[in-house]
């Protein structure tokens, strides 16, 4: 049992950091947003993700004419920029569908090269798309809060 000074603690973390950006946030229901999730700048591996009911076409745009994904299993395709065809990389794609994903929504895994020049093109390609737009901070942490899929107290502890 939370002892009282331990609630008081949470609540003030809460209160600071999480509550004000539930309340205030510009981000509504039905969005499908994305992000850079590994570190910015030179790396091997950059991680990119994707959330909300647009998911599932920004990879139909990304992987065009290739077969569909299997729930939570990495499968190496070809990504290519929607507007032109072009050849962006071959990464690791990932498909969680809504509700067994993180956020609770369709979600889209990519792990590409992370290559400063990959990453950009990739986000470039990802802000063209109609019905996305680029996630405010801890918004996928937010969109996990209100499926249900995290508490506050875990929510604190990422900080």
Known sequence: MWGL???RLLTSAVNRSILPFVRHSSSGGGSTVFALSSGRGRCGVAVLRVSGPGAGRALQALCPSQ???QPRKAVLKTLFRPD?????DRGLVLWFPAPSSFTGEDCLELQVHGSPAVVAALLEA???MEGLRPAEPGE??????LAGKMDLAQIVSLR
């Open 5 to 7: 000074r331990a609630r």
């Open 126 to 128: 990802l802000g063209s």
């Open 140 to 145: 996928f942490t937010r969109r996990a809060f």
């Open 84 to 88: 032109t065809g072009e050849v962006l």
């Open 67 to 69: 077969s569909l994904l």
